[in-house]
Nanobody, 119 residues
Framework: QVQLVESGGGLVQPGGSLRLSCAASGNIVWIKVKGWYRQAPGKERELVVGITSSGGTNFADSVKGRFSFSRDKDGNTVYLQMTSLKPEDTAVYYC?????????????WGQGTQVTVSS
C-alpha cells in the first residue's frame, strides 16, 4: 500500500528552524511530488511550495527566503527546511504527490505534521 508520511514537526520558538520530511513508501513505480501545503486553525489549506514539472520551486511570498525544498537521490523522500520561523507559520503541514504504483497515477496526501511556533 502506498503511503506518504510527514514527520519533523514540533514546537519551536520564533526565529527557530525545523526540517520536515515527507517519505513515500510502498510499491512505487514513479512519484511526482507536487508540493508542500499548510493549514492553520480556521483557515483554508494553502500552498507553501509548488514543484514544477521541471523540478523547479515556487514558494509562497510569505515564506520566500526562509524555506527551502530538497529531495533525496531516489526522490521518494522530500524535505522542507524552515528557518526564521514566525508564529504565523503555525499550521499542520502536508505534502502532496502523484504516485503510480502500477495502476495509474493517483493523488496522495500525507496525514500532516504539526508545526507550532511560540515562545
Amino acid at each position: 500500500q502506498v503511503q506518504l508520511v510527514e514527520s519533523g514537526g514540533g514546537l519551536v520558538q520564533p526565529g527557530g528552524s525545523l526540517r520536515l520530511s515527507c517519505a513515500a513508501s510502498g510499491n512505487i513505480v514513479w512519484i511526482k511530488v507536487k508540493g508542500w501545503y499548510r493549514q492553520a486553525p480556521g483557515k483554508e489549506r494553502e500552498l507553501v511550495v509548488g514543484i514544477t514539472s521541471s523540478g523547479g520551486t515556487n514558494f509562497a511570498d510569505s515564506v520566500k527566503g526562509r524555506f527551502s525544498f530538497s529531495r533525496d537521490k531516489d526522490g521518494n523522500t522530500v524535505y522542507l527546511q524552515m528557518t526564521s520561523l514566525k508564529p504565523e507559520d503555525t499550521a499542520v503541514y502536508y505534502c502532496n504527490a502523484d504516485i503510480n504504483s502500477g495502476w495509474g497515477p493517483y493523488d496522495y496526501w500525507g496525514q500532516g505534521t504539526q508545526v507550532t511556533v511560540s515562545s
